[in-house]
T-cell receptor, first 116, second 112 residues
Framework: AQKITQTQPGMFVQEKEAVTLDCTYD???????LFWYKQPSSGEMIFLIY??????QNATEGRYSLNFQKARKSANLVISASQLGDSAMYFC?????????????FGGGTRVLVKP | NAGVTQTPKFRVLKTGQSMTLLCAQD?????MYWYRQDPGMGLRLIHY???????AKGEVPDGYNVSRLKKQNFLLGLESAAPSQTSVYFC???????????FGPGTRLLVL
């Protein structure tokens, strides 16, 4: 089974509107972390936000927030007030406690295009 | 503070040739990683290192070797390149006790 699933291959969003990117995960580890990375067309991987499995509150970083629903094993990224510069690929990733070296497992990504 | 740098940025190889990709970080991070990204996909771990002098296999290690002789450098080697190794290669590093991995800008490799 896929450990990280991103079901939206691509989506359009109007500038200044909010957008939610879906991410579901599969793990039996009691301790894990969930990450979102942004990859613009220039290719670099930019860290956006992190949520630990034991964190009580949903993580927020500026316009980014993580809607963490542990029982549903989902960790959706919400981008508020979209900007043209938000157009990029977005990857959800997970770190499991049992994974040697704390490696990350990535989903297939969601491409976001912000329309003016 | 340059963060994570990768050399070269782009390379074309012929099948059977060898090459080494260099990753360097100036953040004194203990952990370093090599990932590959194929078109339309997320990253997959090739090899990683938890400290100087140590390396371990990741998810897709076949056809690659690595070395971590110095804490700040992590080398990825292809002994005999194959077209299936055409990909974008990312290096990342992480400090012990912290969650975030910081990525380099990537190396685009084309094997003909």
């Amino acid at each position: 089974a896929q450990k990280i699933t991103q079901t939206q291959p691509g989506m359009f969003v109007q500038e200044k509107e909010a957008v939610t990117l879906d991410c579901t995960y599969d793990t039996s580890d009691p301790s894990y972390g969930l990450f979102w990375y942004k990859q613009p067309s220039s290719g670099e991987m930019i860290f956006l936000i992190y949520q630990g499995s034991y964190d009580q509150q949903n993580a927020t970083e500026g316009r980014y927030s993580l809607n963490f629903q542990k029982a549903r094993k989902s960790a959706n990224l919400v981008i508020s007030a979209s900007q043209l510069g938000d157009s990029a690929m977005y990857f959800c990733a997970m770190r499991e406690l049992s994974s040697a070296g704390n490696k990350l497992t990535f989903g297939g990504g969601t491409r976001v295009l912000v329309k003016p | 503070n340059a963060g994570v740098t990768q050399t070269p940025k782009f390379r074309v190889l012929k099948t059977g040739q060898s090459m080494t990709l260099l990753c360097a970080q100036d953040m004194n991070h203990e952990y370093m990683y090599w990932y590959r990204q194929d078109p339309g996909m997320g990253l997959r771990l090739i090899h990683y290192s938890v400290g100087e002098g140590t390396t371990a296999k990741g998810e897709v290690p076949d056809g690659y070797n690595v070395s971590r002789l110095k804490k700040q450098n992590f080398l990825l080697g292809l002994e005999s390149a194959a077209p299936s190794q055409t990909s974008v290669y990312f290096c990342a590093s992480r400090r012990t006790g912290q969650e975030t991995q910081y990525f380099g800008p990537g190396t685009r490799l084309l094997v003909l």
